[in-house]
């Protein structure tokens, strides 16, 4: 073949400036942002301890393998991503050991805490954290060569300052088969370059790409499945997870978790409700002024009923189109075919080309 094996190297096209001056630059462009503090155990939830019974029930069962799905739930998420993502970033002798993760796409509903995930990862492990978010990045570097400086620019000082993560919020967008005709983000603009620097990172390079989507299936899939190794998909709360949510929410507002109210009720209610829209519901029904009266008057499963109708759910209808679509993914795939078994990794994009021979053990 062409080349035997020999790569091009890839050109330095900011080799007459200083690092310094490249990230000053990237923080005026608003690329380079701090991250609020929020860590993984703020994602609040309970675990599916079912979900080994239920896979074992689907293997034995009469609907046969892969019908009775167990779903992964939000602190079955947050190992996930922990051993996934937090653990080879924020330290490099994991990083040498464990496979290299470039990218991740978290998938879910709107308010489900897919940029709070992203925002966690980088917190914990202490990365920089570049926002390549279409709507972010547009009226930035404009010029006829301006994405590609921006997109070298923040990979070369990625992997300078690593740890590092990249974020691309509506992720879908560059991929998109239609961009919807209010979008004037241009947010096709780094197709071309985005999978050539992902391609790029190399073991040692403790970058790593995290994608957010609530509408994946908007997207090319097999392009979107040539960028993002590892497709996540952000369950809905359970009614274990939701009673978590309503009691450290209501806390973390200040207010305490008496008797008089009903977080089981307020749980049962909520079903189809993600941990943001909850945090909405008591942020708008627990306000300053409520918070004075709650010695006198304690808080009450009824008080929140106002605020939650005023937030649409997430509906049957929009949970299926998700699931659907990540069945078409190569890791939803191969999860059907194998017997609906799962490590609860919650998905896998086509970054994992090498894995497809490797047969039984």
Known sequence: GKGKGKKKK?????????????YTELVMENIVKKVPDVRMADFKGEFNFMGTTMREAAKISKLGPGKVEAEPQLADLRRVLTELCILPLGSESVHEQAPHVKSVLLCGPRSSGKKMLAHAIARETGANFFDLSPKNTAGHFMSKTGVTIMMHMVFKVAKAMQPSVVFIDDAELPFAKKIPKDDTSDPKRIKKELPKYIKNLKQGDRVLVVGASHQPFEADLKSLSSVYQ???LLPRPDYASRVVLWKALVQE????VSEELDVSSLAKITDGYTGGHIARAIKET??????????????TAQEFVSALASIDPIYKEEE???????????LGKKKASKNGGDDGDGGGGGGDKKKKKKKKK
Do not use: C, M
């Open 10 to 22: 890839e050109k330095d096209l900011t080799s007459d400036r200083t690092l310094e001056s490249l």
């Open 230 to 232: 590892k497709f996540i």
């Open 253 to 256: 507002r200040g207010a305490e």
């Open 286 to 299: 627990v306000t300053e002024a409520r918070l004075q009266q709650l010695a006198a008057k304690p808080l």
């Open 320 to 330: 299926e189109a998700f699931k659907a679509w990540y069945e078409k993914t190569p």
